[in-house]
């Protein structure tokens, strides 16, 4: 399980959520080379951070999107999607926030609602304890995952290089 940096600083349960399983846990905070070997010897990531999902492709590892929260900046993972040819769909995985920690007014608000929508779905995932969280995330782990085919990667690689070499001249 890759959860995205924010989650795995102000989240709470999914870590022990992940032990009760005996899920792997991959802390987004970790050393890139230590994240890279951890997503290499999976046979499936289950994954919020657009990183874990992308890296898992490269690795050639099955992955599942999931989301903590809406609000998440969706274009970016639209915009992954898209070249793939896919639709984003995360399936929904409410964990428990540190409250204190994880709301914070230095993000900009876009409207009042924004502040008092925030503050009841953190109220609502609060509840969920590691025992439900781990029961979600066996429900995910048995969703159909998602991988590109090895042609894919290497017409994206080609691509790739085609540009760079067109840019160096």
Same mark, same amino acid.
């Given at each position: 399980?890759?959860?995205?940096?924010?989650?795995?600083?102000?989240?709470?349960?999914?870590?022990?959520?992940?032990?009760?399983?005996?899920?792997?846990?991959?802390?987004?905070?970790?050393?890139? *080379?230590?994240? #890279?070997?951890?997503?290499? $010897?999976?046979? /499936?990531?289950? &994954?919020?951070? +657009?990183?874990?999902?992308?890296?898992?492709?490269?690795?050639?590892?099955?992955?599942?999107?999931?989301?903590?929260?809406?609000?998440?900046?969706?274009?970016?993972?639209?915009?992954?999607?898209?070249?793939?040819?896919?639709?984003?769909?995360?399936?929904?995985?409410?964990?428990?926030? *540190?409250?204190? #920690?994880?709301?914070?007014? $230095?993000?900009? /608000?876009?409207? &009042?609602?924004? +502040?008092?929508?925030?503050?009841?779905?953190?109220?609502?995932?609060?509840?969920?304890?590691?025992?439900?969280?781990?029961?979600?995330?066996?429900?995910?782990?048995?969703?159909?995952?998602?991988?590109?085919?090895?042609?894919?990667?290497?017409?994206?690689?080609?691509?790739?290089?085609?540009?760079?070499?067109?840019?160096?001249?």
């Amino acid at each position: 399980v890759f959860p995205h940096y924010t989650s795995a600083k102000y989240g709470a349960g999914l870590k022990q959520a992940c032990d009760i399983l005996k899920f792997q846990y991959i802390d987004p905070r970790d050393e890139p *080379n230590q994240i #890279l070997a951890q997503i290499s $010897k999976s046979r /499936l990531i289950i &994954a919020e951070a +657009l990183h874990g999902c992308i890296f898992s492709d490269l690795l050639r590892v099955p992955w599942i999107p999931f989301k903590t929260s809406e609000d998440i900046l969706e274009i970016k993972w639209n915009d992954f999607f898209s070249m793939l040819h896919l639709n984003y769909s995360p399936l929904p995985l409410h964990i428990g926030w *540190n409250i204190d #920690l994880r709301f914070s007014l $230095k993000r900009p /608000l876009r409207s &009042a609602s924004q +502040l008092f929508s925030g503050f009841r779905n953190l109220y609502s995932r609060q509840q969920n304890s590691p025992e439900k969280i781990a029961y979600a995330l066996l429900e995910l782990s048995i969703k159909q995952p998602l991988l590109t085919t090895d042609s894919f990667i290497l017409n994206t690689e080609k691509r790739m290089e085609e540009a760079i070499r067109e840019r160096l001249g």
